[in-house]
């Protein structure tokens, strides 16, 4: 499968940034931005658990936008107070992001439990966005190959290969994360060779041609005027977006870069 044949991907990962009315507001206003625009990219917005709800219902005849959760808990039920299951958001959501560093640092989780997140998602038909990435302190120590390489086997080792095709993986250095200066902003060749070595993890598991079906994403501080330097990289299939994601005008722009395999500005 050749790169154009995955359909460029983009995420909106809106965090903690909202009231519940303001998200109903951003949805509704991404969804007025891209009312006349004909969309080849995928578009998943992420909003707080309490909005999923009313983002579902918001986008239900839309063929532009599906919803995603932030993240969820490894179980399927159980005395878990504070958290949420696949269950629990499977009526509103048909994606999910997992492993976000944000919640790995919160929480302590290990790669391991990120992995059964995974499958449990793909048990429920939900499709995983599963974050990797390094900490500066691992770039700073040339650690970046080991660790994501350690992440990205970890859920691969469990994975089949149909199953493959259903999964992506947002590469997010996490000194990249809510960066402010450009010179904080990695290197896009640098990106371009860490998803390699995740391909080529999936390929080494699985064969190219089942590798070739994975779409792998870029996260880390992406904005309207950064977005073309990182997607047109070999082997990106598009772009997890946090801060940009929550104003509906700079997230339509990103959109709008990646259309037609990203020829438009
Ligand atoms: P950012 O967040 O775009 O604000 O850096 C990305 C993410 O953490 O998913």
């Not at 969309?39 to 532009?64: I, M, N, Q, R």
């Not at 808990?73 to 999910?96: D, M, N, R, Y």
């Not at 250095?173 to 902003?185: F, G, R, T, V």
């Not at 860490?194 to 779409?215: N, P, Q, S």
Request: aromatic fraction near 6%; charge should be neutral.
């Amino acid at each position: 499968m050749e790169r154009k044949e995955r359909k460029r991907l983009v995420v909106g990962n809106w965090k903690m940034q909202l009231s519940h009315k303001a998200e109903l507001e951003t949805i509704g206003a991404i969804k007025n931005l891209l009312k006349n625009v004909a969309l080849d990219v995928e578009v998943v917005v992420c909003p707080s658990f309490p909005s999923l709800a009313g983002v579902a219902e918001a986008v239900k005849k839309s063929t532009k936008l599906a919803v995603g959760a932030q993240n969820i808990h490894w179980e399927e039920k159980g005395a878990w107070t504070g958290s949420v299951s696949v269950l629990q958001i499977k009526p509103f959501a048909q994606w999910c992001i997992v492993g976000h560093s944000e919640q790995r640092a919160l929480t302590g989780e290990s790669d391991e439990e990120v992995q059964v997140k995974v499958s449990t998602l793909l048990k429920y038909g939900l499709t995983p966005v599963v974050c990797v990435g390094e900490t500066a302190q691992e770039r700073a120590s040339e650690q970046t190959t080991a660790r994501v390489s350690e992440q990205t086997k970890t859920i691969l080792n469990k994975m089949t290969r149909v199953s493959l095709s259903k999964l992506v993986i947002t590469y997010e250095p996490i000194w990249a994360i809510s960066a402010n200066q450009p010179d904080e902003l990695p290197d896009p060749n640098n990106i371009a060779g860490t998803m390699l070595l995740i391909r080529k993890l999936a390929a080494d598991r699985f064969g190219v041609e089942a590798a070739e079906r994975l779409r792998i994403l870029y996260g880390g501080s992406v904005t309207p005027d950064n977005v073309a330097s990182f997607v047109f990289e070999p082997g990106v299939d598009g772009v997890l977006v946090g801060g940009a994601s929550v104003h509906p005008g700079q997230f339509v722009n990103i959109i709008k870069q990646l259309q037609g395999g990203g020829s438009q500005a």
